[in-house]
Structure formats: structure tokens, C-alpha cells
């Protein structure tokens, strides 16, 4: 029997979700400008962040940074179950987000029932209130929740990811460190001695898009930030490596489903 708790905001996703015979290709590798906290609750399935891998276990808590391309693999088809929650720099009350600058991507609580109650508690919330009411006790339960992990930290994986592949290493370091500067795919693989069309077809297999998708997308949420924090389109379009506004403005309609304009700041959510 399949499940799922819903709620969405401007700033705030929240989501649990049970489903019977998880297909394998569910989920597609997406980036975001906010905070994502995934609890895995049961199923057999791998969180790819950037070119790490990790086999997620029960009660994993999986902390993914803005910015950060990620997908869940599934690994088999079987009962699949998790909280997904998303929180914007902007969501109301959140006391301390930055607290998930520092901390490790994936720890794991099956052994820590305070922060395992906190949430739990948002079914029996979700099921008893709604709309306003509903986002005033879940952004409460975050806050207690990183409040927590703050002073009584749970238990960080100490097995080390795995590493999709060393040339995706090297390709995303060059990446986001020349982001703004960068003219073309070709200057990348040269960067990694290998050719373009090789580095074309890793991204496929091991990311799941193409390198130019995977640049242009991380220009257009780099734009997207600046726009949030206060600048205009027009200001940011060149800091971000776009050659003409037009180009900008098309592939940000495109991306976010609305125009930079800084009034819809939703954010695309595909996992």
C-alpha cells in the first residue's frame, strides 16, 4: 500500500512516503537552492551526492548542502520509505540553519530516539493540522531537531563514500572552481586529459546528464541566489557566465519554470 504525507510552501517542502515495488528508476539527478534533510526509513537504495556514493542504511540521515547536483538510486524494486524535507535560507523561523553548513552529509540515528521522535512526531501533526498551522509546528520540530544534533551530535557513517569516478572528481573540481569563467565543455575535458566526447559519455553514466547540462545549471542556481539575496537579473546574468541576457533569461524560464524576476522564488524539487 503506498503512503504519502505532502506539504509545500514558497520556502518549505515537507514529504513522507511509503511505496510498494519502488521502481528502480524513480528519482533523476537534480540540484536545488536549499537545505535538504532525507530520512531513510527502509528500502535498498544508494544517495549519489555530486561523484560520491552511499549505500544508505536504516535511519540514515542524509544532509544535502544547496547547490549539490544529487538523486536516490534505487537498487532493487522493493518497499521504499522516507521523510524528505527542504528548507529554504528563506523559510520563517529556523533559527539555525547554518548549522547544516558544517556538518557531515550523512550520519545515522537509528540509535539516537530523541532526534528519531522529532520526526516522527510530523505524521501525527500532518494527520491533526494543516496550512499555516502545520508549517508553524514542523519549522519548530526542525529547530529543535538541529538544536539537538548541535549539542548531542549522532553518529556520522564512518564507512567512506564511494567515488563515482576519478575523472568526475577532477571534472567537477575544475567546475565549480572556473564556474563563472567557463566558455565550453572542451576546456573541461582538457583540464582532465580526456576528450570531450568520453567526458560526455561518464556524465551519462555516472551522473545521469551532460556536462553542458550540469554547468548551465549550476550558472542558473548561482543567478538564482544572487537574485534571492537582492540583485537584479540584468546585474547578474554576466557575473554568472552568461553571454547575453537573452540567453540567460531563456534557459532560467526554462529551469525554474519562471522568469528571474526575485517574486517566484520556488524552488524545483524532482527527488
Known amino acids: 500500500m503506498n503512503r504519502e504525507y505532502l506539504y509545500e510552501s514558497e520556502y518549505l517542502f515537507f514529504k513522507h512516503e511509503t ?28 544517495h549519489v551526492i555530486e561523484d560520491r556514493r ?18 536516490v538510486q534505487i537498487d532493487s524494486s522493493c518497499d521504499y520509505e522516507r521523510y524528505d524535507i527542504l528548507i529554504s535560507t528563506k523559510t520563517k523561523n529556523i533559527a539555525r540553519i547554518e548549522l547544516l553548513d558544517e556538518a557531515p552529509e550523512i550520519i545515522n540515528l537509528e540509535e539516537y530516539s530523541m532526534a528519531t521522535e522529532i520526526i516522527k512526531k510530523t505524521d501525527f501533526y500532518f494527520k491533526h493540522f494543516s496550512g499555516e498551522d502545520f508549517e508553524n509546528i514542523l519549522t519548530s520540530l526542525l529547530n529543535e531537531l538541529l538544536y539537538l544534533l548541535s549539542v548531542t551530535p549522532a553518529t556520522e557513517r564512518t564507512d567512506a563514500p564511494e567515488v563515482t569516478s576519478a575523472t568526475i572528481s577532477d571534472a567537477l573540481t575544475y567546475i565549480n572552481n572556473n564556474l563563472t569563467t567557463l566558455e565550453n565543455v572542451d576546456e573541461v575535458a582538457k583540464s582532465c586529459f580526456v576528450s570531450e566526447s568520453y567526458l560526455f559519455r561518464l556524465f551519462k553514466k555516472e551522473l545521469k546528464q551532460t556536462p553542458a547540462k550540469y554547468i548551465n545549471s549550476k550558472k542558473l542556481l548561482l543567478a538564482e541566489r544572487m537574485i534571492i539575496d537582492g540583485k537584479t537579473p540584468t546585474e547578474v546574468y554576466e557575473q554568472c557566465g552568461f553571454n547575453d541576457y537573452t540567453t540567460f533569461y531563456r534557459n532560467y524560464v526554462s529551469f525554474f519554470g519562471h522568469p528571474p524576476s526575485g517574486e517566484d522564488r520556488r524552488t524545483r524539487k524532482e527527488s
Open 19 to 46: 511505496t510498494r515495488n519502488m521502481p528502480k528508476n524513480a528519482y533523476s539527478m537534480h540540484s536545488h537552492n536549499m537545505y535538504e534533510l532525507l530520512y531513510f526509513v527502509g528500502g535498498d537504495a544508494t
Open 54 to 71: 552511499y549505500k544508505l542504511k536504516r535511519g540514515d540521515l542524509v544532509l544535502i548542502k544547496p547547490s549539490k547536483y544529487h538523486y
